[in-house]
C-alpha cells in the first residue's frame, strides 16, 4: 500500500541552528500540505502545495520558515534559526487533488534545546 | 474560520464496551474525515465521509451534513482502540481556510482491560 514518507522521524537541535525536514507523497498525490501539532492539539496547516505551487502558506511563519515542492513531487521544510516554542510534530499529508482525501505521514518529532 | 469541537475530551473504557465519539462543526463543509492517532503519532485514515453511513469492520460513521454534526461508533472496543481520535473538516467555498483541514482537539481514549 503506498504511503506518505518523512525523514527524519526524530531531530533534536539547539536553539539558533537551521533543521530540514524531507517528505515525499504517494505517487500520483498533486496535493501537498505540511501540518504542525503541538503536545496535546490537533495539527495545524502550515502550508499546502499544489504541484510545484504554493495555495496557501498564510499560517508560515515566513521570518524563520521556508517550504518548497520544485518539481511538484517531493518536498522540504526547513526552519531557520530554530526557536525552542518550534518543538512540535511536522506532518506531511498528501492527496490526489484538492478536496480530496488526505493521507498523513508518520511525522518529524523536532525537540529544541 | 470554521469551529470544530469533538466531544467527549477523554473517554476511558473496559474492554469490549462500546462507545460514541461526536464532532460539531460550524459551517458548511466540503469534506470530514477522521483519524486515529496512535501512541507513535501516526494518524490513520478511518472514515473520509462528507456525508452519510461507513462502516469498517468494528468501526462506523455517520455524518448529518445539514445539522453540522459527524459521530464516530466503536463497537466491542479493544486495547488497541487505545489512542486520540480527531475529526478534521475542509470548509466549503473557496474562501480563506478553504481546501484545508482544521481539526477539532481530539478525544483520548482509552480502552483497559
Known amino acids: 500500500e503506498a504511503e506518505v514518507a518523512q525523514s527524519p522521524r526524530y531531530k533534536i537541535t539547539e536553539k539558533s541552528q537551521a533543521v530540514a525536514f524531507w517528505c515525499d507523497p504517494i505517487s500520483g498525490h498533486a496535493t501537498l500540505y505540511w501540518y504542525r501539532q503541538i503536545l496535546g492539539q490537533g495539527p495545524e496547516l502550515l502550508v499546502q502545495?499544489?504541484?510545484?505551487?504554493?495555495?496557501?502558506d498564510s499560517q508560515l511563519p515566513k521570518d524563520r520558515f521556508s517550504a518548497e515542492r520544485l518539481k511538484g513531487v517531493d518536498s522540504t521544510l526547513k526552519i531557520q534559526p530554530a526557536e525552542l516554542g518550534d518543538s512540535a510534530m511536522y506532518l506531511c499529508?498528501?492527496?490526489?487533488?484538492?478536496?480530496?482525501?488526505?493521507?498523513f505521514g508518520p511525522g518529524t518529532r523536532l525537540t529544541v534545546t | 474560520g470554521i469551529q470544530v469541537e469533538q466531544s467527549p475530551p477523554d473517554l476511558i473504557l473496559q474492554e469490549g464496551a462500546n462507545s460514541t465519539l461526536r464532532c460539531n462543526f460550524s459551517?458548511?463543509?466540503?469534506?470530514l474525515q477522521w483519524f486515529h492517532q496512535n501512541p507513535w503519532g501516526q494518524l490513520i485514515n478511518l472514515f473520509y465521509i462528507p456525508s452519510g453511513t461507513k462502516q469498517n469492520g468494528r468501526l462506523s460513521a455517520t455524518t448529518v451534513a445539514t445539522e453540522r454534526y459527524s459521530l464516530l461508533y466503536i463497537s466491542s472496543s479493544q486495547t488497541t482502540d487505545s489512542g486520540v481520535y480527531f475529526c478534521a473538516v475542509e470548509l466549503r467555498g473557496s474562501g480563506a481556510g478553504s481546501y484545508q483541514l482544521t481539526f477539532g482537539k481530539g478525544t483520548k481514549l482509552s480502552v483497559i482491560p
Open positions: 499529508a498528501s492527496s490526489l487533488a484538492l478536496s480530496y482525501e488526505q493521507y
Open positions: 459551517d458548511s463543509v466540503n469534506n
Open positions: 502545495f499544489q504541484d510545484e505551487s504554493v495555495v496557501d
